[in-house]
């Protein structure tokens, strides 16, 4: 029906799901439970479908919740990108050593994995395409810190990361004496390269490791201003001499790249990180 005609009869709660565009829109009511404005492509029957997957879920405000999901082709592409994240993932915690799981598991069932990383997902509050990356610092920092850790056996993948997890969080503290070692050992290397109050320098780690690092080097040498990138593009400048927003604009003016500033800490990402050595600042 026409949209002045739909307004006049249900009133504006029919967009309660978001505007329509339309001049013509369909009216789905359920008697004694809601009526909205609906001018999505339908079907005859919902199996003409074949397949549907909720992807996300949106509280709007109380009581009302938006749901977004893919059917058909749509649905098959994103049940992949699923399946290959679930494969990514037992991958990683399976390269522990710790960590097994049953013959019952099989990344092939497609829904089951969606549930299972879902889960994931909601516990640790990161997107599923994260979930691998995140086990995989997770399994680093404990191989770092030389933990020995109990071997477990788990028949779905939810549980293995939150025992990962777990195993991680109680050995924080081991693993953090590890990296305060870690960084004290390397900057004692890279003091070394420092020439006229400025160490530029390409490390392994993230950006954390980098700052930790940075932070060391500060501590034995207060008017050293320090620039350290990693491979991935992360760079970070340290200072308690020199402007650290100046620096990092410097950095990304010559390797291409963005960064922002806070007190005597610049945090930045760059395009070509082999321009960094190269750079007069």
Not at 244 to 251: D, F, L, S, W, Y
Request: aromatic share 4%; charged share 30%; glycine share 10%.
């Amino acid at each position: 029906m026409p949209r002045p005609e739909a307004e006049k009869s249900y009133g504006m709660r029919i967009y309660q799901g978001g505007a329509i565009p339309d001049r013509m829109v369909r009216i789905v009511n359920t008697p004694g439970w809601d009526v909205e404005a609906c001018a999505g492509t339908h079907l005859s029957n919902t199996g003409d479908a074949v397949k549907i997957a909720i992807t996300s879920s949106e509280r709007l405000q109380d009581g009302i919740v938006r749901i977004s999901m893919v059917s058909g082709a749509a649905a098959d592409k994103y049940l992949g990108s699923v399946t290959k994240e679930a494969a990514k993932l037992k991958n990683v915690m399976e390269g522990t050593g710790f960590i097994k799981f049953s013959g019952k598991i099989s990344v092939k069932d497609e829904f089951k994995m969606l549930s299972d990383l879902r889960k994931a997902s909601h516990d640790f509050s990161v997107g599923i395409d994260m979930l691998a990356g995140t086990a995989e610092k997770f399994a680093k920092d404990l191989k770092n810190a030389k933990m020995t850790v109990k071997p477990m056996t788990f028949n779905d993948i939810s549980s293995g990361m939150s025992y990962l997890f777990e195993t991680w969080k109680d050995a924080k503290k081991s693993i953090d004496d590890a990296k305060t070692k870690a960084a004290d050992e390397m900057s004692e290397l890279l003091l070394q390269n420092a020439r006229g109050g400025l160490l530029v320098e390409m490390v392994k780690g993230d950006r954390n490791d980098m700052i930790k690092i940075a932070s060391v080097l500060i501590s034995k040498d207060p008017k050293l201003t320090v620039v350290l990138a990693n491979s991935a593009g992360d760079v970070i400048v340290m200072s308690k001499v020199r402007d650290a927003g100046q620096v990092m604009e410097k950095v990304a003016a010559k390797c291409g790249g963005k960064g922002g500033a806070r007190g005597n800490l610049a945090q930045g990402k760059i395009r070509d990180v082999s321009k960094l050595k190269k750079l007069n600042i």
